[in-house]
């Protein structure tokens, strides 16, 4: 348990910066181990584990299946066995861990996404509606304008005068609307298009809208960017308040989350990593990640991969390689 605290403040950390993350809990282990029951680590959605969760046997398993449930925000229970075989029960994946010193792990790993994004940029009635509306329905409001307070706006988790990218996370799941009534759309979709957005909509009549992405253009925004950016917002529900276009304007957002009404897939957090490919190990059968272990040896075409010196060796002697002559350098850890 001595890990414990420091998986606990790498969750706090993850949790104040806003990121999404998971969170990998040892339930079950079966000597020989080198984790215990109530073992933890946080896996970050760049792939960076931790804290504690046993060693090289389990934490390329463990980080692949963080990394999926950070895709589809779905739990996992995961056990790790010498022969990758156990009854079958509801829920369980079953993955082999062949080491040489053997032992039995089972891992549950949650995934904690943070609430969608949505900036609004102006202080526009319309603007004010959309802050209470996708308050209410789960979105972190983030209000951007140099006129706005947190009186204003009561239910906007935070009230900035612009924005700064540094502060909101590739791995966020965000959406942003302008409506500053042509004061100000050109400068906010300037900082806006910077992030890395799901959807961005600019509540403008389309004259203006076609006028603004043009200047835009001309002042080299990239194209591809601009391209993502919605005319007039939101689903068509006979809207004639500004409360109602707001309704509308959330009503789309969510839709667009949720994959319906012809909106596409479901917006998902966006893992910074890929999922690593493992490789098993042509002795133990371990699954090894290759951009981790420095264990690699190649001979007539084929390149193996290893999870210790040991099986290297072996695989070495079994071949009739010189083995000095033919390991390969070490691979970059993952970034």
Known sequence: MAFQPTAITHEREARSRGEAFAVATVVRAERPTSCRPGDKAVIRSDGRLQGWIGGSCAQPTVISEALASLEDGEPRLVLLTPDGVAVPRTGLTVHQMSCFSGGVVEVFIEPFLPAP???????????????????????????????????????????????????????????????????????????????????????????????????????????????????????????RTFQEVALGIVADLVSRRRGVHGQGERVRVQVLTKVPVLHEDPICGMLVDPEVTPHRLEHDGHVWYYCAPRCLRTHAKQLGVNQADKVGQPSPARA
């Open 117 to 239: 994004q949505l900036i609004i940029c102006g202080v526009s009635p319309a603007a004010a509606a959309v802050a209470s509306i996708g308050h209410v329905v789960g979105f972190e409001v983030v209000v951007v304008d140099a006129l706005a307070t947190p009186e204003d706006f009561p239910t906007a988790s935070v009230v900035v005068d612009r924005i700064d990218p540094s502060a909101y996370p590739a791995s966020r799941e965000r959406f942003a609307i302008v409506a500053t009534h042509g004061l100000w759309d050109e400068e906010a979709l300037r900082q806006v298009l910077a992030l890395e957005t799901s959807y961005v909509g600019l509540v403008a009549s389309v004259r203006r809208f076609e006028a603004t992405i043009a200047d835009l253009a001309m002042t080299g925004v990239d194209p591809e960017r601009l391209a993502r950016v919605a005319c007039r917002p939101g689903i068509e529900i006979g809207a």
